[in-house]
């Protein structure tokens, strides 16, 4: 167990519609960080978030947003769902935000766009 | 453009015998770091080994070794005396800074699984 608790573990929905997945880090960390992992793109980096601010972007699509909150779980949104979003989506977080950081990952949320 | 190549899609080993997976990278910044992880079956990512461009040694932790040639941009992972529990797709990654003291952004590689056999 990573201490990284991602909700929920599963989700299926429709094309078009719109869902958060939610993370909550490890005690004491401040980084988060999002990615997603499909068969055809394989792992990809979106998004890491720093206490509270936004502080690097990768391939995040402009339907997809997130945010950290003051308690520092993270919420990521996906939107305008399409079929190539399904994927497993990962939240990872680190106790700082220095390129050697340690990152834990969640579960992972595994979403299926019918 | 920042890449992760891992050549080899599959691999098998023998219990008890050393493995190498391959990484290459490619990359212009001076300033990296480089990842090795482990996802099981069961899916989860685990931190196995991480390496900094500027460290000169090899970075070590139990029986996995970073293999770093910065010349030649390869961060192969070494596992030493293979166990059954090993068997998973491992990943290569690379970091590296998104802007100034802000965050860092990462890559990976396509993954090799490797197979431990008994």
């Known amino acids: 167990d990573s201490g990284v608790t991602q909700t929920p573990k599963h989700l299926i929905t429709a094309t078009g519609q719109r869902v958060t997945l939610r993370c909550s880090p490890r005690?004491?960390?401040?980084?988060v960080y999002w990615y997603q992992q499909s068969l055809d793109q394989g792992l990809q980096f979106l998004i890491q978030?720093?206490?509270?601010?936004?502080?690097a972007k990768g391939n995040i699509l402009e339907r997809f947003s997130a945010q950290q909150f003051p308690d520092l779980h993270s919420e990521l949104n996906l939107s305008s769902l399409e079929l190539g979003d399904s994927a497993l989506y990962f939240c990872a977080s680190s106790a700082d935000r220095g390129m050697g950081e340690t990152q834990y990952f969640g579960p992972g949320t595994r979403l299926l766009v019918l | 453009a920042q890449k992760i190549t891992q050549t080899q899609p599959g691999m098998f080993v023998q219990e008890k015998e050393a493995v190498t997976l391959d990484c290459t990278y490619d990359t212009s910044d001076q300033s990296y770091g480089l990842f090795w992880y482990k996802q099981p079956s069961s899916g989860e990512m685990i931190f196995l080994i991480y390496q900094g461009s500027y460290d000169e040694q090899n970075a070590t932790e139990g029986r996995y070794s970073l293999n770093f040639q910065k010349a030649r941009k390869s961060a192969n992972l070494v596992i030493s005396a293979s166990q059954l529990g090993d068997s998973a797709m491992y990943f290569c990654a690379m970091s590296r800074p998104w802007g100034v003291n802000t965050g860092n952004q990462f890559y990976f590689g396509t993954g090799t699984s490797l197979t431990v056999i008994p």
């Open positions: 978030y720093y206490n509270g601010e936004e502080r």
């Open positions: 005690s004491g960390d401040l980084s």
